[in-house]
């Protein structure tokens, strides 16, 4: 039932974009997006609900496909701050089933 | 100021006994949520709960107890079934259920020896 994101762990310079995928087997309401920095709690980024769409603040975006139960985060001209796991959650379609999945994570380091 | 308290940070416990990892949040939030997070594997959902008195299994609920007393508190016991309960826990929180966003505690780091 764990999404899976993709890639693992990416490496980036300063002012290089990155995008983070995330793919449920299953159908899906929604789609969290989480930050965590080493040895701190996650911390939200954003959520999408079913119905496809893009949200984003600042240089950070993200996109939910429901047909393909696949959602995308996207990191523009990424900054030092960005460095951190992110984790997708996704809860599932097809009722109240009040649980939030999260995927394997994505190791993201930004150099300078 | 509001938040979600779990304690304690670290906390050793020889193999074979039971031990309680506390949550507490002063946010009013109905949902509660236990995670456990090994390294490449992500966040694995224990136990969920949407109110007090009613909590739900989650993939890895085996060797694990809860209970919700309380709306603010969430205690988890590690029981001694538990076969590898070394890990690092994370205590959750939202409104009215999935939704909206999860707050997380700072976790507790448990070793088992």
């Known amino acids: 039932q764990q999404p899976v994101q993709s890639p693992q762990a990416v490496i980036l310079r300063e002012g290089e974009d990155a995008v983070i995928n995330c793919s449920s087997s299953k159908a899906l309401y929604s789609v969290h997006w989480y930050r965590q920095k080493h040895g701190e709690a996650p911390v939200f980024l954003m959520i999408l609900l079913k119905g496809g769409e893009q949200k984003g603040h600042d240089k950070i975006s993200a996109s939910f496909n429901e047909k393909k139960q696949q959602s995308s985060l996207y990191l523009t001209a990424s900054q030092l701050s960005y460095s951190g796991t992110y984790f997708c959650g996704t809860e599932p379609d097809g009722g109240a089933t009040n649980k939030l999945i999260f995927g394997t994570g994505t190791l993201l380091a930004v150099q300078p | 100021d509001g938040g979600i308290t779990q304690s304690p940070k670290y906390l050793f416990r020889k193999e074979g006994q039971n031990v309680t990892l506390s949550c507490e949040q002063n946010?009013?939030?109905?949902?509660m949520y236990w995670y456990r997070q090994d390294p490449g594997q992500g966040l694995r959902l224990i136990y969920y709960?949407?109110?007090?008195?009613?909590?739900q299994k989650g993939d890895i609920a085996e060797g694990y107890s809860v209970s919700r007393e309380k709306k603010e508190s969430f205690p988890l016991t590690v029981t001694s079934a538990q076969k590898n309960p070394t890990a690092f826990y994370l205590c959750a929180s939202s409104i009215q259920g999935v939704s909206t966003e999860a707050f997380f505690g700072q976790g507790t780091r448990l070793t088992v020896v």
């Open positions: 946010l009013n939030h109905d949902a």
């Open positions: 709960s949407q109110i007090v008195n009613d909590f």
